[in-house]
């Protein structure tokens, strides 16, 4: 079993940034691929970025590359996510994911069966 808390969000105003943390429990972590995936108001997950079990493989969706980074230290059980050059549309709640099945990167939300409760990123103009 594995729980995960992100933490890090908040508000900031565009071409701000913040960094996004994820701690999870369970010695096994750092065998797992983690990602993260974000949900706007009114609209679908979306995936945002993942990262393979040692960090040495990840790769972000379109709208946030160059932008945001995946990174992780697996002595502490932590994944990051840092935000640069926030944009309004980047507002959303932002989630953690990581799969005990697989420690390669995917973007696809099916693959992860572990998340966390979210938190939330606001981006004023």
């Known amino acids: 079993q594995v729980q995960l808390v992100e933490s890090g969000g908040g508000l900031v105003q565009a071409g701000g940034s913040l960094r996004l943390s994820c701690a999870a429990s369970?010695?096994?972590?750092?065998?797992?691929?983690a990602a993260w995936f974000r949900r706007a108001p009114g609209k679908e997950r979306e995936f945002v970025a993942t990262i393979n079990w040692n960090g040495r493989i990840r790769y972000s969706a379109d709208s946030v590359k160059g932008r945001f980074t995946i990174s992780r230290d697996n002595a502490k059980n932590t994944v990051y996510l840092q935000m640069n050059s926030l944009k309004p549309e980047d507002t959303a709640d932002y989630y953690c994911?990581?799969?005990?099945?697989?420690?390669?990167?995917?973007?696809?939300?099916?693959?992860?069966?572990?998340w966390g409760q979210g938190t939330q990123v606001t981006v004023s103009s």
């Open positions: 369970g010695r096994t972590f750092n065998s797992y691929a």
């Open positions: 994911a990581t799969s005990s099945r697989s420690g390669s990167t995917t973007d696809d939300p099916t693959n992860y069966n572990y």
